[in-house]
């Protein structure tokens, strides 16, 4: 019995719609890869990953959803936790490492994708939920930091890794400038001096 092309998206832990997911997800990275993500349409996702143009619109929506999708799944599993023994060290790391991954092809299609993207509620869902898992994902590094004294107890760990990473965006994607080691040094060396004179944080009133 098939499917009606209006049926609502249904996910399954596994069987055919795990072997879907993986294939189409399989077939986007490697699009991205090869032509960028300004280039990759459904019609060649359904061709690479030999389902059906209305099983993915069926699952995913639209094209954004698609990319945006898989972008933010594969980053997931790109950009390690760093532990040098240093806030200094870690912080570096987690910039340098961000620097590469925005170079490669996915990198710089999830930046573009997560600019650009119109939302909806499915986006902005997604936007939100990756980055929380990548706050909570970072929030050691200033855990770190605090139990060996380099940084104050009440760090606002959101705020230090915003204040990292938004610099190497703005210049990824703005002004196309080079984000080299004596960039990240000063960045690095910035955050942490204003992170250790900041003033304590007020508690949210109800």
Same mark, same amino acid.
């Given at each position: 019995? &098939?499917?009606?092309?209006?049926? *609502?998206? @249904? ?11 993986? #294939?189409?997800? /399989? #077939?986007?990275?490697?699009?991205? &890869?090869? @032509? ?36 933010? +799944? ?9 532990? +040098?023994?240093?806030? %200094?060290?870690?912080? +570096? ?7 590469? $991954? ?13 600019? $650009? ?21 970072? @929030? ?28 190497? %965006?703005? /210049? %990824? ?5 080079? #984000?080299?080691? *004596?960039?990240?040094? &000063? ?9 250790? +004179? ?9």
């Amino acid at each position: 019995m &098939t499917e009606p092309e209006n049926a *609502a998206p @249904q996910r399954r832990p596994g069987g055919r719609a795990a072997k879907v997911t993986e #294939a189409v997800h /399989r #077939a986007v990275l490697e699009a991205v &890869t090869e @032509q960028g993500v300004e280039n990759v349409g459904i019609p060649d996702i359904s061709r690479r990953a030999g389902v059906r143009d209305s099983s993915i619109y069926r699952r995913w929506g639209t094209r954004e959803n698609l990319i945006l999708d898989v972008l933010l +799944t594969a980053s997931e599993l790109t950009l390690p936790l760093p532990d +040098t023994g240093t806030a %200094h060290g870690d912080l +570096t790391a987690f910039a340098t490492a961000l620097i590469g $991954y925005l170079d490669t092809p996915l990198g710089d299609g999830l930046a573009r994708a997560l600019a $650009y993207v119109v939302d909806s509620e499915e986006i902005a869902e997604a936007r939100n939920t990756f980055w929380e898992t990548r706050y909570r994902a970072n @929030q050691p590094i200033i855990d770190r930091a605090v139990v060996r004294g380099e940084l104050p107890p009440d760090t606002d760990g959101r705020l230090a890794i915003e204040l990292l990473i938004a610099p190497i %965006h703005f /210049r %990824h994607l703005l002004t196309r400038r080079p #984000a080299d080691a *004596a960039f990240v040094d &000063t960045l690095v060396t910035s955050i942490l001096g204003a992170m250790r +004179t900041a003033p304590a944080k007020r508690p949210h009133r109800a």
